[in-house]
């Protein structure tokens, strides 16, 4: 296992009124592949630590990396980290970690990127890291949210994505006005027109809460995507993984 490395706040950006993004400076960082998490320790002055597991959202990089934390009211570590946690400040963190959920960077093969809520995060790392590398592999991404005030990194996931990259946006309660889609689920229809044919065979990675995971899934096999290349990641409270 990684050893624990310090981490500190050098700056931060707000993606929503409580999804916060965390630019950490983390000497002596070597990098990371597209899809990878961090473990993210905070130590109380008595002693007492809590642990929670993020990931990456930034491309690849020395000495620093991002994470996108959103607020669990009820949790540990993220009112911490989204209200209280200012530039200077430190925590320890060990990685990078994961080696399924990665996207191969050396692949001209077509992909398909569907997140629900804050696991938008990795794949939002995914398109950057072609971005730096130059990849021009073929992308779609699906992005489920509830309502527009809840899109986070609204300037990137857009036309500013670059050429190759198709950003579709499924809002779930509230669209904006003028929305030709409504407000409902990603469905398999949107999945089919939205994404990429089985026949392109496209890495399809697919991240959010358990339920969102686990229908996109049955809708990818439902439309003949091979389960091979189905690449399936859970998050749990507080933006985490």
């Known amino acids: 296992m990684a050893p624990w490395t310090p981490a500190t706040l050098e700056t931060d950006r707000w993606e929503t ?10 000497p002596g960082w070597t990098g990371h592949r597209p899809g990878q998490h961090v473990d993210l320790r905070l130590r109380a002055p008595d002693g007492y630590t809590a642990e929670r597991s993020y990931s990456i959202a930034s491309a690849s990089g020395p000495d620093r990396l ?3 934390v959103q607020l669990d009211p009820d949790g540990e570590v993220s009112p911490y980290l989204v209200h209280d946690f ?3 400040d ?3 963190l060990r990685g990078p970690l994961g080696g399924w959920f990665i996207w191969d960077t050396t692949s001209p093969d077509p992909v398909v990127l569907i ?5 938008i995060v990795p794949l939002a790392g995914m398109v950057r890291e072609r971005r730096r590398t130059g990849n021009r ?7 489920s ?3 527009p005030d809840d899109r986070y990194y609204r300037t990137e996931l857009g036309p500013a994505a670059g050429p190759g990259v198709d950003v579709f946006l499924a809002y779930t309660r509230t669209a904006p006005p003028g929305s030709a889609r409504g407000p409902k689920r990603l469905s398999v229809a949107d999945l089919n027109t939205h994404g990429l044919p089985a026949e392109l065979t496209p890495v399809c990675f697919v991240c959010g809460p358990t339920p969102f995971v686990e229908t ?7 439309l003949g995507h091979d389960p091979h290349r189905i690449r399936t990641e859970r998050y749990g409270s507080g933006g985490g993984r």
């Open 90 to 92: 430190q925590v320890e």
């Open 115 to 119: 997140g629900g809520g804050s696991g």
């Open 145 to 147: 949210l509830r309502t």
């Open 17 to 26: 009124p409580t999804a916060r993004t965390l630019v950490l400076s983390v």
């Open 86 to 88: 200012t530039p200077g």
């Open 216 to 222: 996109v899934a049955d809708g990818l096999l439902a």
């Open 137 to 143: 592999a073929l992308f779609r991404l699906l992005y």
């Open 66 to 68: 991002e994470i996108t």
